[in-house]
Structure formats: structure tokens, C-alpha cells
């Protein structure tokens, strides 16, 4: 059974930072790729990050590039979301999601995801 909890989330203004965390419970973790999506109100949800087994590979969404990091410590089955320069665009639920056992690769489309946590609000006043 695979489960994943997320954490960090809150209310931040404009301009500032939060780091979101991702704990995996179940088997294989250094195997997958882990990614982070997110759903705005009244919106799709969408990729933000991804990264693969080992750390690399990481890719992300034109809007957060340069600005939110994806890592991840296989030691402590967590994946990570730093985000700077928040911006009131960034408002959404976050989300994290597991690839199976036997694919490493990141993937930025949802369908290649097997397993979902719960989601953190994340709030960007401006």
C-alpha cells in the first residue's frame, strides 16, 4: 500500500517562500518518479515539478521555472517543493503523486501517475 502525505502549506504574502514536503510510505520509493501538481480554483490541475528516481532529470512549468526547486532525499522517502518569489497566481492546492516501481522518468501528464496524496493549500496574498 502506498501512501503519500504532504505538509508545508499556508498563507504567505507575495514575494515570500514556503517549502512543501512529500512523505512516501509503501515500497520502491527510490525507484519512481515523485511530481507536484497543482489545481487553482475553478482551474485544471496541472504539473508544477517532477523528478526522477535519482534526483535528476527535474522539469518543471514555464510559469514556476527559476522561481520553485523539486528535490528529493531517498534516505527519508520525501520529495521536496521549495518556492520563492511566490506570487498570488501560485494560490492552488498542491498535490503529490508517485510513479509505479519500475518508472523512474519524470513525467509532467497525470495519467503517468499512480498514486496521489491528499493535497496542501498553499494561499499567496498579494
Known amino acids: 500500500q502506498v501512501h503519500l502525505v504532504e505538509s508545508g502549506g499556508g498563507l504567505v504574502q507575495a514575494g515570500g517562500s514556503l517549502r512543501l514536503s512529500c512523505v512516501f510510505s509503501?515500497?520502491?520509493?527510490?525507484?519512481?518518479?515523485v511530481g507536484w501538481f497543482r489545481q487553482a480554483p475553478g482551474k485544471d490541475r496541472e504539473i508544477t515539478a517532477s523528478?526522477?528516481?535519482?534526483?535528476?532529470?527535474?522539469l518543471y512549468a514555464e510559469s514556476v521555472k527559476c522561481r520553485f526547486t523539486i528535490s528529493r532525499d531517498n534516505a527519508k522517502n520525501t520529495v521536496y517543493l521549495q518556492m520563492n518569489s511566490l506570487k498570488p497566481e501560485d494560490t492552488a492546492v498542491y498535490y503529490c503523486?508517485?510513479?509505479?516501481?519500475?518508472?523512474?522518468?519524470?513525467?509532467?501528464?497525470?495519467?503517468?501517475?499512480?498514486?496521489w496524496g491528499q493535497g496542501t493549500q498553499v494561499t499567496v496574498s498579494s
Open positions: 503523486a508517485a510513479r509505479g516501481r519500475y518508472f523512474g522518468n519524470p513525467s509532467s501528464r497525470q495519467e503517468s501517475y499512480d498514486n
Open positions: 509503501g515500497r520502491a520509493f527510490s525507484n519512481r518518479a
Open positions: 523528478i526522477a528516481w535519482n534526483g535528476g532529470d527535474p
